[in-house]
């Protein structure tokens, strides 16, 4: 999973213009985005035909108040450019939920 300190428009446009790609919002500080980093590998593993980022929500600010990712640790799925799915809440979400919101936009 690729790292994004800074995410703009552009980069968001850049990013997700082709295929399936999951925006995993976190902070080094969030105990509850920490809670998933060890289940991380293995939901990628399980989505191989999708690419994942963890995008720094502290150091792209705007652009997540912007897509009103206002509770971390949220995902949000693109396919082809366009959104089509989000579990944006600040609650604490297990390997399950979180593999079942993934299953829930195919």
Not at 15 to 26: A, D, P, Q, Y
Not at 37 to 50: G, K, M
């Amino acid at each position: 999973m690729e790292l994004i300190k800074e995410l703009n428009q552009s980069k968001l446009e850049e990013i997700t213009k082709s295929g399936r790609t999951v925006l995993e919002f976190s902070a080094d500080w969030c105990p509850d985005c920490r809670f998933l980093d060890p289940f991380l590998p293995q939901i990628e593993a399980d989505f191989a035909d999708s690419t994942f980022y963890k995008i720094d929500r502290d150091g792209s600010i705007d652009l997540a108040k912007e897509m009103n990712i206002l509770g971390i640790p949220s995902f949000v799925v693109y396919q082809d450019g366009q959104e089509i799915g989000r579990l944006v809440n600040g609650d604490r979400k297990t390997k399950q939920e979180v593999e079942d919101f993934l299953r829930s936009v195919d």
